[in-house]
């Protein structure tokens, strides 16, 4: 009726046809993991290159691709009495030695309310390197030059934001961003 070694033959060729099943399964997960971790590493490399690339009239690059200004965070200046205003804001601003122009742009976003000057002042001596002319909503302050260039070194400097009322606000109001003026 039941041959035994039929049925263990039987029985060693399913087993074998789920073996097999099995590692062709298995060789799909590792090529859909595979193929996941590629995408994943594309995407972190194409993520990298997009935000060590600086936003055109946000903060300028040189030709060689060394960053003179970091990337421009946006903060909120509290005023006493009245709305809050957006400025800009640099941790680390590098320039090469000897230079007077710093490759930076210094907007005023588009929404406020206010028009600013910019200073950019050392912190140790209080030394005012830089002063712009008012800068209307949705511009920026134009080219950066120093009042002197400065040596080789790193300095404590902040950037001094003073906001003016327009003819649609009286928002008025002062922010200090401080930052690291780095000189090669």
Request: proline share 5%.
């Amino acid at each position: 009726m039941f041959d035994s070694k039929e049925i263990a033959r039987r029985a060693m060729a399913r087993a074998e046809e789920l073996r097999d099943d099995y590692r062709r399964l298995d060789s799909r997960r590792r090529t859909a993991v595979s193929f996941v971790i590629c995408m994943a590493g594309i995407f972190i490399a194409v993520m990298a290159f997009a935000v060590n690339r600086r936003p055109a009239g946000l903060v300028g690059i040189d030709d060689e691709w060394i960053p003179l200004a970091a990337p421009a965070v946006w903060e909120y200046a509290e005023q006493e009495n009245g709305p809050s205003f957006v400025i800009p804001g640099y941790d680390i601003v590098t320039v090469p030695a000897g230079a007077s122009h710093i490759d930076m742009t210094l907007p005023n976003p588009e929404g406020n309310r206010c028009n600013f000057t910019f200073a950019i002042i050392l912190e140790e001596t209080g030394e005012t390197l830089y002063e712009s002319e008012l800068v209307a909503p949705s511009e920026d302050a134009g080219e950066v030059t120093l009042n002197k260039p400065l040596e080789k070194g790193e300095y404590a400097a902040k950037l001094v934001i003073q906001a003016f009322g327009t003819e649609e606000s009286d928002c008025s109001g002062r922010a200090n961003v401080t930052f690291k003026l780095v000189v090669t």
